[in-house]
């Protein structure tokens, strides 16, 4: 008795530490979720921010194509003026030589009878009218002159439009270019931040599989530490003293029983899905009868089973094993070690059953045999 109290208070102070450790991993693991979830909607920002950034670099390539083809265009413009403006000065310089030749020939050849002309005018409109005849004689020279310096200013002004145009364009690229190295500047500052974020996502979730198993593995020890904290419970409150009764290799594993409600062997099922052949004896008690170890061995089931029941089932070595099912309360726990005629558990009718009963089978290398062999 001493021994089982010293039992169950171990596995009392056991679960108070498993349960201490499953709260602590609880509360580990909703902060490693949160964190994942505040890691998780960062990335999502960061990506958003990054696809951003992409788009306008896209923009900035497009319109850089398009004014470096506006920049060519313009260049094209300019040389054409360049040339138009070599050709118009040509014009303008031929007009002036082939000019002064003709008027240098005039002056050379005898023309000086215009001078004297306009030196021997009788007055003032005479000499005006003289020399508005001698002007007659160079009009076309001179308009001729006048014309090509006229275009040659026009494909100045021209040139100069140009290259003020091309001017921008260029401080607009340069511009764009400028744009392009800081958006690519913050695109690679987006990616280590992104690169960031998932190395620290991805950590945290092995981190939160390692805190979730760690929780499934102590509330799984918590589970079997209450486990045998009520089958040690179950002990120490209703086990009895040991019986040992009958002439058989195995002790009467309930003489408190008032009769044999079913044999080994065939039987017409009591519950459908049962069967009819009767792997064991099943010994009609009240609830609450003390069923005890038909021999000594080691508890290898103690636990509740959807159609045996609260069940034992102790191996006895040799390929011997006998099972206990329907029972009430157990009062011993897996790897346990039980003596012959230890009080293991009472009678009940849990799982499969349809009165309070025991429910004793014997196994011999793995095939149910009568009991009453052994009993």
Request: proline share 2%; charged share 25%; aromatic share 6%.
């Given at each position: 008795m001493i021994l089982?109290k010293k039992?169950a208070?171990?596995?009392?102070v056991?679960m108070l530490?498993l349960g201490m450790t499953v709260?602590?991993n ?11 979830e505040?890691l998780e ?6 990506e ?6 992409e788009?306008?670099l896209n923009?900035?390539?497009k ?26 000065k040509?014009d303008?310089?031929e ?6 030749k003709?008027i240098?020939?005039?002056?050379e ?6 001078i ?6 009788k007055?003032i409109?005479?000499f005006?009218?003289?020399a508005e005849y001698?002007s007659?004689?160079s009009q076309?020279d ?6 090509f310096?006229?275009i040659?200013k026009?494909?100045?002004?021209q040139?100069?439009?140009l290259k ?9 690229q340069n511009s764009?270019i400028?744009k ?22 991805g950590?945290t979730k092995?981190?939160?599989e390692q805190l979730?198993a760690a929780?499934?593995?102590a ?6 530490q ?6 040690s419970a179950?002990?120490s ?8 009764s009958?002439?058989g ?14 044999e ?5 099922a009591?519950?459908?899905?049962a ?6 004896m ?5 609830t609450g009868?003390?069923i005890?170890?038909?021999a000594?061995?080691k508890?290898?089931i103690a636990r509740?089973?959807?159609t045996?029941?609260?069940w034992?089932?102790l191996?006895h070595?040799?390929?011997l094993?006998?099972?206990?099912m329907?029972?009430?309360a157990l009062?011993?726990?897996?790897g346990?070690s039980v003596?012959?005629?230890?009080n293991i ?5 849990t799982?499969?059953s ?8 014997v196994?011999q290398n793995g095939?149910?045999v009568n ?5």
């Amino acid at each position: 008795m001493i021994l089982r109290k010293k039992i169950a208070a171990f596995l009392a102070v056991s679960m108070l530490c498993l349960g201490m450790t499953v709260n602590v991993n609880a509360s580990e693991i909703s902060e490693t979720e949160k964190k994942a979830e505040e890691l998780e909607n960062q990335k999502k920002a960061a990506e958003g921010e990054k696809a951003s950034l992409e788009d306008q670099l896209n923009g900035i390539v497009k319109e850089m194509d398009e004014t470096k083809a506006k920049i060519e265009t313009k260049e094209t413009e300019i040389r054409k003026k360049e040339e138009e403006l070599v050709q118009a000065k040509v014009d303008e310089n031929e007009q002036y030589e082939s000019m002064k030749k003709r008027i240098k020939y005039m002056y050379e050849n005898g023309n000086s009878q215009f001078i004297e002309i306009l030196c021997e005018s009788k007055s003032i409109g005479e000499f005006l009218n003289n020399a508005e005849y001698i002007s007659t004689i160079s009009q076309y020279d001179r308009d001729m002159l006048v014309e090509f310096q006229q275009i040659v200013k026009a494909v100045e002004e021209q040139e100069e439009v140009l290259k003020e145009e091309y001017a921008q364009l260029e401080n607009m690229q340069n511009s764009l270019i400028a744009k392009q190295d800081e958006l690519n500047q913050l695109l690679e500052g987006k990616e280590e931040e992104l690169e960031k974020i998932s190395a620290d996502l991805g950590a945290t979730k092995e981190k939160l599989e390692q805190l979730k198993a760690a929780a499934a593995e102590a509330a799984r020890k918590q589970e079997e530490q209450a486990r045998l904290a009520a089958a040690s419970a179950n002990a120490s409150a209703g086990a009895g003293a040991a019986v040992v009764s009958g002439n058989g290799m195995f002790t009467h594993p309930c003489p408190g029983y008032s009769r044999i409600s079913s044999e080994f062997g065939w039987r017409e099922a009591p519950i459908a899905g049962a069967g009819n052949n009767h792997k064991g004896m099943d010994f009609a008690a009240s609830t609450g009868t003390p069923i005890y170890a038909a021999a000594a061995g080691k508890v290898t089931i103690a636990r509740s089973s959807a159609t045996a029941g609260n069940w034992i089932v102790l191996d006895h070595g040799n390929g011997l094993q006998t099972y206990y099912m329907h029972a009430s309360a157990l009062y011993v726990s897996e790897g346990q070690s039980v003596s012959k005629g230890q009080n293991i558990a009472a009678v009940g009718s849990t799982g499969q059953s349809t009165g309070p009963h025991l429910h004793f089978q014997v196994m011999q290398n793995g095939s149910p045999v009568n009991p009453r062999n052994y009993l």
